[in-house]
């Protein structure tokens, strides 16, 4: 974040209390609940509420960095999600809706979801898939996506899904590291109006990927594929014949329920280990305070299942809670930029949660599009994924919640499986651009290098939390060094933080090179791994320059291998090749060629530096540089911008 837009957030003094007509009607609006002092206890009060095979025999097992939660509990995912509402009146109402690009609906039921479910997860079952093995789903926002993930937790497959706008190469990757036997694909999906090639990308991947067993390829579009013998099959081929139920598998409270990768400081995504009894507590209960679910309630929570948000407020969190979840399917300008505002008014949208680049961006579109949809059946707005700056805030707090809506800024992360830091609507006074208060069981800080506790510094949870991730797959030390070693027991979450007299939290962004563009979580050395992987590139720097409307674009410094002449062409080449590498999200928004890089005298980088020249700023302390001299040649020479 910039200090200008710091000193703004900073100075937002404007407050928002709950109307008497929310608090009347709100779950939660015990003022008390912030009181509780046994946080086990507290949890343990929604594991109740929950349906197990077997209770838990304890609680909490905390052996830093390495957390166990509701110990011998039995209990399965989708079971809860699912089969504990068909015995009461909700089993034939609305558990997903979904609207495709091109306008097309479909709604499920709780029963029918249940079959359809049962039937993939036997299809699953007769290709051989026991519980433990690793299944890849690269969809599009189609309701088989949640029927997929809910039949893997059914019988105990762990799923990966991996984003459909990532290349071939990053789901090849995703795929060997997490060892899947299936991946479970579509001929592809709509974005834009055009078709997302996912069957052609899974088919690149997979000439690299010895674990892949089979494909199963849900025909979405209808286009040409290539469907590769005996490997190859289709959903309703492997599903039409399969029984209407299927045993829901007894799931150790510890079991690993998901992996899904995410960036990390270094090249290489991580794949975050998510376990079943405590995810599922911690996200039942933060959709139920936070999002006031009801029954008569529909939820729309805009993200794709390839990420956190989408696999815990999409599909998990809302079914949990026995509410109707809205699945849509492609982008939010198509066909035209009031695309958002027409899916709520049609389906009669009660709350709606979405990323502030989302909002951002409508804020330029201005608010005679959403005039022009009735949306008063919106009755509680919600923002993740980025700080929220106060005008964004406002706006949406005006021209979408008409102010009547309280909005909750929701501060989590993949690693923390569901949200820590966010107001209750029917308790907290709101501040826009702040998350205010952690979730009453969540024990977060902000500290000082030296852990002490302060008004500006680094944020910190001091105690483990249900939704926890469990490590990184396959690699411990990773996992000590990146979230525990900076502090004795407190995970480190990267973001830097402000608290304000009245204890409020004002997250500030990340404190690491992990950028933020459109909310996607992309790391700096993975743009330059695939940058210097081009044969020109001897050297490549990246950062995240402040954006408007993305919070970061991706700007990359260049250094050219000997007699290699920069041009257009070279730039659009290089800017592909990312593409290529990772997925068009990590598309460089500009590339600057450089003689040399800046460079502390140990070699490191000077990302502030370069930073500071990408914005235009002065250049800041440049003591430490080895050469001074590169900093000069970056404005006389060698630099030219494209
Ligand atoms: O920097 C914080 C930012 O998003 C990061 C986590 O990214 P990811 O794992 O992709 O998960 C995003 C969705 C949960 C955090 O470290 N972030 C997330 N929510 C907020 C936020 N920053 C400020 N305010 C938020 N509400």
Same mark, same amino acid.
């Given at each position: 974040m910039t200090s200008k837009a710091?000193?703004?957030?900073?100075?937002?003094?404007?407050?928002?209390?709950?109307?008497?007509?929310?608090?009347?009607?709100?779950?939660?609006?015990?003022?008390?609940?912030?009181?509780?002092?046994?946080?086990?206890?507290?949890?343990?009060?929604?594991?109740?509420?929950?349906?197990?095979?077997?209770?838990?025999?304890?609680?909490?097992?905390?052996?830093?960095?390495?957390?166990?939660?509701?110990?011998?509990?039995?209990?399965?995912?989708?079971?809860?999600?699912?089969?504990?509402?068909?015995?009461?009146?909700?089993?034939?109402?609305?558990?997903?809706?979904?609207?495709?690009?091109?306008?097309?609906?479909?709604?499920?039921?709780?029963? !029918?979801?249940?079959?359809?479910?049962?039937?993939?997860?036997?299809?699953?079952?007769?290709?051989?898939?026991?519980?433990?093995?690793?299944?890849?789903?690269?969809?599009?926002?189609?309701?088989?996506?949640?029927?997929?993930?809910?039949?893997?937790?059914?019988?105990?497959?762990?799923?990966?899904?991996?984003?459909?706008?990532?290349?071939?190469?990053?789901?090849?990757?995703?795929?060997?590291?997490?060892?899947?036997?299936?991946?479970?694909?579509?001929?592809?999906?709509?974005?834009?109006?055009?078709?997302?090639?996912?069957?052609?990308?899974?088919?690149?991947?997979?000439?690299?990927?010895?674990?892949?067993?089979?494909?199963?390829?849900?025909?979405?579009?209808?286009?040409?594929?290539?469907?590769?013998?005996?490997?190859?099959?289709?959903?309703?081929?492997?599903?039409?014949?399969?029984?209407?139920?299927?045993?829901?598998?007894?799931?150790?409270?510890?079991?690993?329920?998901?992996?899904?990768?995410?960036?990390?400081?270094?090249?290489?995504?991580?794949?975050?280990?998510?376990?079943?009894?405590?995810?599922?507590?911690?996200?039942?209960?933060?959709?139920?305070?936070?999002?006031?679910?009801?029954?008569?309630?529909?939820?729309?929570?805009?993200?794709?299942?390839?990420?956190?948000?989408?696999?815990?407020?999409?599909?998990?969190?809302?079914?949990?809670?026995?509410?109707?979840?809205?699945?849509?399917?492609?982008?939010?300008?198509?066909?035209?930029?009031?695309?958002?505002?027409?899916?709520?008014?049609?389906?009669?949208?009660?709350?709606?949660?979405?990323?502030?680049?989302?909002?951002?961006?409508?804020?330029?579109?201005?608010?005679?599009?959403?005039?022009?949809?009735?949306?008063?059946?919106?009755?509680?707005?919600?923002?993740?994924?980025?700080?929220?700056?106060?005008?964004?805030?406002?706006?949406?707090?005006?021209?979408?919640?008409?102010?009547?809506?309280?909005?909750?800024?929701?501060?989590?992360?993949?690693?923390?499986?569901?949200?820590?830091?966010?107001?209750?609507?029917?308790?907290?006074?709101?501040?826009?651009?702040?998350?205010?208060?952690?979730?009453?069981?969540?024990?977060?800080?902000?500290?000082?290098?030296?852990? !002490?506790?302060?008004?500006?510094?680094?944020?910190?949870?001091?105690?483990?939390?249900?939704?926890?991730?469990?490590?990184?797959?396959?690699?411990?030390?990773?996992?000590?060094?990146?979230?525990?070693?900076?502090?004795?027991?407190?995970?480190?979450?990267?973001?830097?933080?402000?608290?304000?007299?009245?204890?409020?939290?004002?997250?500030?962004g990340?404190?690491?090179?992990?950028?933020?563009?459109?909310?996607?979580?992309?790391?700096?050395?993975?743009?330059?791994?695939?940058?210097?992987?081009?044969?020109?590139?001897?050297?490549?720097?990246?950062i995240g320059k402040h954006h408007d409307?993305k919070e970061n674009s991706?700007?990359?410094?260049?250094?050219?291998?000997?007699?290699?002449?920069?041009?257009?062409?070279?730039?659009?080449?290089?800017?592909?090749?990312?593409?290529?590498?990772?997925?068009?999200?990590?598309?460089?928004?500009?590339?600057?060629?450089?003689?040399?890089?800046?460079?502390?005298?140990?070699?490191?980088?000077?990302?502030?530096?370069?930073r500071?020249?990408a914005e235009?700023?002065?250049?800041?302390?440049?003591?430490?540089?080895?050469?001074?001299?590169?900093?000069?040649?970056?404005?006389?020479?060698?630099?030219?911008?494209?």
């Amino acid at each position: 974040m910039t200090s200008k837009a710091l000193d703004t957030l900073l100075k937002e003094e404007r407050t928002f209390k709950p109307t008497p007509n929310f608090i009347k009607q709100a779950i939660m609006k015990d003022k008390n609940i912030y009181k509780q002092n046994n946080k086990q206890k507290f949890w343990e009060g929604f594991a109740r509420e929950l349906h197990w095979f077997k209770k838990w025999d304890k609680i909490l097992e905390w052996t830093p960095p390495n957390a166990k939660w509701f110990i011998n509990g039995k209990t399965n995912l989708t079971f809860n999600c699912i089969d504990r509402h068909l015995s009461t009146w909700k089993r034939t109402k609305a558990a997903i809706i979904w609207e495709g690009e091109p306008g097309e609906t479909r709604t499920l039921t709780y029963q !029918e979801l249940h079959r359809e479910v049962c039937q993939f997860a036997n299809a699953l079952k007769s290709l051989g898939i026991k519980k433990g093995d690793r299944i890849t789903i690269y969809l599009p926002m189609i309701p088989e996506a949640a029927i997929a993930m809910l039949a893997c937790a059914r019988i105990g497959a762990p799923h990966s899904v991996v984003f459909g706008g990532f290349s071939s190469d990053s789901l090849r990757d995703r795929i060997n590291d997490s060892k899947s036997k299936i991946v479970i694909t579509a001929d592809g999906g709509w974005r834009k109006g055009s078709i997302v090639p996912l069957k052609a990308n899974t088919d690149e991947a997979l000439r690299e990927t010895p674990s892949i067993e089979k494909v199963i390829v849900v025909k979405r579009i209808g286009n040409e594929i290539s469907m590769t013998k005996k490997r190859d099959l289709l959903w309703n081929d492997i599903v039409k014949t399969q029984p209407y139920d299927c045993e829901a598998e007894e799931m150790d409270s510890e079991d690993l329920l998901y992996l899904l990768y995410t960036s990390g400081t270094t090249g290489k995504p991580k794949g975050i280990v998510h376990t079943t009894g405590g995810y599922m507590t911690g996200v039942y209960a933060t959709t139920k305070w936070i999002f006031d679910i009801k029954d008569s309630d529909i939820f729309w929570c805009s993200a794709d299942v390839g990420w956190v948000t989408g696999h815990s407020y999409v599909v998990y969190g809302p079914l949990l809670n026995g509410a109707t979840t809205l699945l849509y399917e492609g982008a939010p300008n198509y066909p035209d930029n009031d695309r958002f505002w027409s899916i709520i008014a049609k389906h009669r949208v009660n709350i709606f949660y979405t990323a502030p680049t989302a909002i951002r961006s409508f804020m330029k579109f201005g608010k005679e599009l959403p005039q022009k949809h009735d949306m008063s059946s919106l009755r509680l707005l919600g923002t993740v994924g980025e700080p929220i700056n106060p005008e964004a805030w406002i706006w949406y707090y005006e021209a979408i919640g008409r102010n009547n809506c309280p909005i909750v800024d929701t501060w989590w992360q993949t690693e923390t499986g569901h949200i820590l830091i966010s107001p209750l609507p029917g308790i907290t006074k709101l501040k826009p651009g702040s998350a205010t208060i952690p979730f009453p069981g969540i024990d977060a800080d902000i500290v000082n290098e030296k852990g !002490e506790s302060v008004d500006a510094g680094y944020l910190v949870i001091k105690s483990p939390w249900p939704g926890m991730l469990r490590g990184i797959y396959g690699d411990p030390e990773r996992y000590q060094k990146q979230y525990w070693s900076q502090y004795k027991n407190w995970y480190f979450t990267g973001d830097g933080a402000k608290r304000d007299k009245e204890g409020y939290f004002w997250l500030l962004g990340r404190v690491d090179d992990v950028m933020k563009v459109s909310g996607h979580r992309i790391s700096t050395m993975e743009v330059e791994s695939a940058l210097v992987d081009h044969k020109v590139v001897a050297e490549a720097a990246v950062i995240g320059k402040h954006h408007d409307i993305k919070e970061n674009s991706i700007v990359a410094f260049v250094t050219l291998k000997a007699n290699i002449k920069s041009s257009t062409d070279l730039t659009d080449e290089l800017k592909n090749h990312v593409v290529k590498k990772i997925g068009s999200i990590a598309r460089p928004d500009e590339i600057l060629f450089t003689a040399e890089l800046p460079k502390t005298r140990s070699g490191k980088i000077m990302r502030r530096l370069l930073r500071d020249i990408a914005e235009g700023r002065a250049l800041g302390d440049t003591t430490t540089l080895a050469d001074s001299n590169v900093v000069r040649r970056f404005y006389v020479e060698g630099y030219t911008q494209r």
